[in-house]
């Protein structure tokens, strides 16, 4: 089946650096992916979707220079904290969604734990 | 490896029950949860377990069993507007989540 990957799965830093998340589609192509914010036992908060070679379109209250989001291939999203605050600690999830309409489906990725110090 | 099973569709009627099982095999285990999922919306959380048993919540029951890598979803009286998709995810010891592909669940009145 289709399966989405993120590295790291784990990142520790200090408060003001920038930290670098990717999702990769590793047996498909996604124009399309979603970046998530999980908080622990709630939904999954939907901050950008991203689309391959244009820009992200982000949610109310998501900051686009804070979280930027690069979509360079049909395989490739990047989700940049910048100058990561104690406050952006959080489980970030990904997702890549194929087809459309009645066929579309998402898939999501394992998810990054980011502790900012 | 990894692994998360569900079924891909399941079909049921206005006002009736329907189970959607899961089975899950991880490395690891530190929970399970369950998700609903409306087309173009992000997933809904509905439950989380981690201890053997059954958690009521409203019409939604989830079921766990650590022994069997086993779990359950239970919808009662059922509405057109539970028509979603469902997804199971396990937590291996990483804390990763490993999704299934999801059941979507049609209601039909």
């Known amino acids: 089946g289709a399966v989405v990957s993120q590295h790291p799965s784990w990142v520790i830093c200090k408060s003001g650096t920038s930290v670098k998340i990717e999702c990769r589609s590793l047996?498909?192509?996604?124009?399309?992916m979603f970046w998530y914010r999980q908080f622990p036992k709630q939904s999954l908060m939907l901050m950008a979707t991203?689309?391959?070679?244009?820009?992200?379109?982000?949610e109310q209250g998501v900051e686009k220079d804070k979280f930027l989001i690069n979509h360079a291939s049909l395989t490739l999203s990047t989700l940049t904290v910048t100058s990561a605050h104690p406050e952006d600690s959080s489980f970030y999830i990904c997702?890549?969604?194929?087809?459309?309409?009645?066929?579309?489906?998402?898939?999501f990725g394992p998810g990054t734990r980011l502790l900012v110090l | 490896g990894q692994n998360i099973d569900q079924p891909t569709e399941m079909t049921a009627t206005e006002g009736a029950i329907v189970q959607i099982n899961c089975t899950y095999q991880?490395?690891?285990?530190?929970?399970l949860f369950w998700y609903q999922q409306h087309a173009g919306e992000a997933p809904t959380f509905l439950s989380y377990?981690?201890l053997d048993g059954l958690e009521e919540k409203g019409r939604f029951s989830s079921f766990l069993s650590r022994s069997k890598g086993y779990s359950y979803l239970l919808l009662k009286e059922l509405q057109m507007k539970d028509s979603a998709s469902y997804l199971c995810?396990?937590?291996?010891?990483?804390?990763?989540?490993?999704w299934g592909a999801g059941t979507k669940l049609i209601i039909k009145p």
């Open positions: 997702s890549a969604r194929v087809g459309t309409g009645d066929a579309e489906t998402q898939y």
């Open positions: 047996d498909f192509q996604a124009t399309t």
């Open positions: 991203s689309n391959e070679g244009s820009k992200a379109t982000y």
């Open positions: 991880t490395s690891g285990f530190n929970g």
């Open positions: 377990n981690v």
């Open positions: 995810a396990g937590m291996d010891s990483n804390y990763q989540l490993i």
